[in-house]
Nanobody
Framework: QVQVVESGGGLVQSGGSLRLSCAASGSSFSINAMSWYRQAPGKERELVARITNSGRTNYADSVKGRFTISRDNFENRIFLQMDSLKPEDSAVYYC?????????????WGQGTQVTVSS
């Protein structure tokens, strides 16, 4: 079993910054990729940023140049640095871990952390 836990959400004014953290823990697993998704009320969950085990990253067009995903492989942790935040960035942010356990790939979700950007 693998657990994924996010932290770091909160309330910030437009133009401000927040840093989210996500840690994957468990036994006998390796990480294929870890991602941040978000879901605003009445909208579908969308991919924000993703980083693979080789360090390749990709971002949603709406956050390119403002958000940066990074990782600490030693601790199986990723971060999302969010700068120049806009009210439309307000959402519940979820961390997803795509991991390999005993030769099989699984997807695990965190519980989500609320990000609210006031105008």
């Amino acid at each position: 079993q693998v657990q994924v836990v996010e932290s770091g959400g909160g309330l910030v004014q437009s133009g401000g910054s927040l840093r989210l953290s996500c840690a994957a823990s468990g036994s006998s697993f390796s990480i294929n990729a870890m991602s941040w998704y978000r879901q605003a009320p009445g909208k579908e969950r969308e991919l924000v940023a993703r980083i693979t085990n080789s360090g390749r990253t990709n971002y949603a067009d709406s956050v390119k140049g403002r958000f940066t995903i990074s990782r600490d492989n030693f601790e199986n942790r990723i971060f999302l640095q969010m700068d120049s935040l806009k009210p439309e960035d307000s959402a519940v942010y979820y961390c997803n871990g795509n991991v390999r356990v005993r030769g099989y790939d699984y997807s695990y979700w965190g519980q989500g952390t609320q990000v609210t950007v006031s105008s």
